[in-house]
């Protein structure tokens, strides 16, 4: 391929990273949000949080992209430039599937952490904060690193939008060429390194939060000050290889 045809795949792999940092954010939090609501202790935040998990996962992100680019327009009266309309259906659905794995997680920790919460008379915030997620966080990492890839793969859906994403480059270069076997390898081989390297990226990150999990209070230090520090550092101490028990 010539340089002028290579600029063009590196700006398409530019574009796919951007689409896939920022859905990933907003699907990250969706996650979040949606996967606690899920275990709220209203029947009517789980019911809203369910619903939505439902009707997200349950439809397909292809014609999700279709119908925020195509169908808001008209419906709202504005229009989204393809990198935001992008973002923000495969944000939506993929933060669906990202719930599920929080709602797990959480209903995984030990029901004697939560008791112990409460005997400590910890509010539900503060259980949320110091007993759940620090357990429940590490637990997430290799199922998000999943998800993650998968949704790196999604970003290619966009190229129907024809935003010159890195699928989108790679036809234009493959219509120049008249040649699919060797840009389709390139589009392949690419898409494989960006996958090693989040795959890296989340097994790091996987380890240094367990590194935090599980570890005994400092002798010397009475309760109170290690709740002090839990609530600072955000992490729960144990003194039997959980947060509270």
Do not use: C
């Not at 920022?22 to 789980?46: Q, Y």
């Not at 119908?67 to 993929?94: E, S």
């Not at 794995?101 to 920790?109: K, Q, S």
């Not at 129907?160 to 389709?184: H, K, P, T, W």
């Amino acid at each position: 391929m010539t340089s002028g045809l290579w600029e063009l795949v590196l700006k398409g792999v530019w574009v796919t990273i951007q689409l896939l940092f920022l859905s990933a954010l907003l699907a990250g939090a969706v996650s979040f949000v949606v996967g606690i609501a899920r275990t709220h202790r209203l029947w009517i935040v789980r019911f809203l949080a369910g619903f939505y998990t439902e009707v997200f996962r349950g439809t397909s992100a292809l014609v999700m992209i279709f119908w925020v680019f195509f169908v808001l327009p008209p419906a709202f009266g504005w229009q989204l430039v393809p990198l935001w309309a992008g973002t923000l259906a495969l944000g939506l659905t993929y933060g669906a599937y990202g719930s599920e794995i929080v709602r797990g997680a959480l209903n995984a920790v030990d029901p004697a952490q939560k008791e112990g919460g409460i005997a400590l008379s910890f509010t539900p915030w503060q259980r949320m904060k110091l007993i759940l997620l620090p357990q429940a966080v590490p637990e997430m990492i290799p199922p998000f690193s999943n998800l993650l890839i998968e949704l790196l793969k999604g970003t290619a859906l966009v190229s129907i939008m024809g935003m010159g994403d890195l699928a989108f480059s790679g036809n234009l270069v493959r219509l120049a060429l008249q040649e699919s076997a060797e840009i389709y390898t390139y589009l392949l081989v690419i898409y494989f390194v960006i996958a090693f390297a989040l795959t890296r990226i989340m097994r790091g990150l996987e380890k240094k939060l367990k590194a935090g999990v599980g570890k005994a209070p400092t002798r010397g230090i009475s309760p109170q000050q290690e709740l002090k520090r839990a609530e600072t550092t955000g992490v729960g101490a144990s003194s039997s290889g959980g947060v509270l028990g």
